[in-house]
């Protein structure tokens, strides 16, 4: 960690993260964390735009929840192929760099869907989805790395709180405003809008001061060092050896088990809710998606503590919370019964993820976030992009999409049994030991 700098001399020793004034404070004598977070409001924003519109764009050309199901796949696998070097990249070079690049890149790969015109280039949707992807592989090790580096320990809770909320408000936001513009303006207005969110984002992050890294990890790597593989092998060892951060790096892959979920939002809300909709029933689930999202996390520090014991008992209960909703979500008759239900499920959803990589970043000393996250973010994506084949394939097999949600929501179950077991056996008490160096 940095030695703070003097924006943080004031500092109290603590800032409850369930309080909505602890937020303010943060802004107020953070300023880097504030154009940090702003960049993140604005990508975020845009993307969801593109996801909407490319959602809408598929079912136009092809009207299958498979397409949907390899438009996701696409999104979820870089991370599983280029996650060992993106994790090695973040914990070497400059990851402000970084960034920048990731977000520059990506304006003109976004603006590459502005081509798609015929049923016959729906694979182009695929590639640039996946070169998308691939840029973002590299940004988010980076990114998560980096908080850290901009907070003061004290500050962790409340600056991944509210991560975690920007992501669920914006998805709330972008979903409602992508479907909104995609049926009014059409598909090519949300994917312009989104290419230009992440130039902004790219000159914001270009003006924040980040810390450089150790000198220690700071090496001259040759060609074969690029595969991350030497790394990859130190990053195994390293969990292999911390047991702690062997579980929760495994929490949100747990919840991608029943990933498919994802392919069902669009499924129901274009066809099985609104038959031949053009983005609005997509976009009012994902938008409950995101409201539950944000609220959860801050919903379950107010309720449960924010101490590590409490945060790790949260993550079991938000397994079957999320099981729970999405068993209800299946069998709901309509669009007004069946978005509420996809609120509470995001709420687990949010609590695991918002919790995993707050207690991740406690507990992983600088030299080995990068990796760590990008480890976490590979095995997360496999899984994904396992349980989205499946759940297509189950579609175009005629499998009803309330019978392969039912079937979806009770696979919650597992994580959540093993995740409980884990916490009452004799790991507990180790759990709460002091961060690993």
């Known amino acids: 960690m940095t030695a703070p700098s003097p924006e943080h001399k004031e500092t109290p020793p603590y800032l409850p993260a369930g309080s ?40 136009k050309l092809t009207g299958t929840g498979a397409a949907v199901s390899w438009f996701l796949i696409a999104k979820f696998l870089p991370s599983t192929i280029f996650g060992p070097a993106a994790g090695v990249v973040a914990d070497r070079f400059c990851r402000k760099s970084i960034m920048v690049a990731c977000d520059a890149g990506r304006v003109f790969v976004v603006l590459g869907f502005l081509l798609v015109r015929e049923p016959g ?18 940004y988010d090790p980076a990114r998560r790395a980096s908080v850290p580096s901009l907070c003061q320990p004290e500050e962790l809770n409340l600056a991944n709180a509210l991560s975690g909320a920007t992501w669920s408000t914006m998805l709330a936001i972008g979903a409602a405003l992508g479907g909104f513009v995609t049926a009014s303006l059409g598909w090519q207005a949300a994917i312009v809008i989104d290419a230009a969110t992440f130039a902004v984002s790219a000159v914001l992050i270009a003006t924040i001061a980040l810390p450089r890294l150790p000198a220690a990890t700071i090496v001259h790597p040759d060609w074969r060092s690029y595969t991350g593989f030497a790394d990859l092998v130190a990053g195994c060892r390293y969990v292999l050896h911390h047991r702690k951060v062997a579980a929760l790096l495994l929490v949100k892959s747990g919840w991608a088990l029943s990933g498919g979920i994802l392919v069902l939002l669009t499924v129901f809300g274009e066809q099985v809710f609104s038959p031949g909709g053009q983005g609005s029933g997509s976009g009012a689930l994902y938008s409950a998606r995101g409201i539950g999202a944000a609220i959860g996390p801050i919903l379950a520090w107010r309720l449960l503590g924010e101490t590590p014991k409490a945060m790790y008992r949260a993550i079991g ?36 993820w918002v919790f995993s990589t ?15 996250f990008a480890a976490e973010m590979g095995v997360l994506t496999l899984v994904l992009s396992l349980s989205t084949y499946f759940t297509g394939a189950a579609l175009d097999n005629g499998t009803d999409p309330r019978t392969i949600g039912m079937r979806l929501a009770l696979l919650f179950l597992l994580p959540g049994a093993l995740w409980t077991f884990y916490n009452w056996g004799p790991e507990l008490k180790k759990t709460f030991d002091p961060p690993v160096t």
């Open 20 to 59: 909505p004034h602890s937020y303010v404070v943060l802004f107020r004598r953070n300023p880097r964390y504030r154009r940090f977070w702003l960049a993140g409001v604005i990508s975020h924003l845009g993307n969801w735009f593109n996801y909407i519109a490319i959602f809408v764009l598929l079912n």
């Open 358 to 372: 707050t207690l991740l970043q406690q507990a992983v000393e600088d030299g080995y976030r990068g990796r760590v």
């Open 121 to 138: 280039q729906v694979w182009l949707i695929y590639a640039l989805a996946l070169i998308q992807e691939s840029l973002w592989t590299f």
């Open 317 to 352: 209960l938000a397994f079957f919370l999320s099981g729970g909703a999405y068993l209800a979500f299946s069998q709901a008759p309509g669009l007004l019964v069946a978005a509420p239900f996809v609120l509470l499920g995001h709420i687990g959803g949010s609590v695991q």
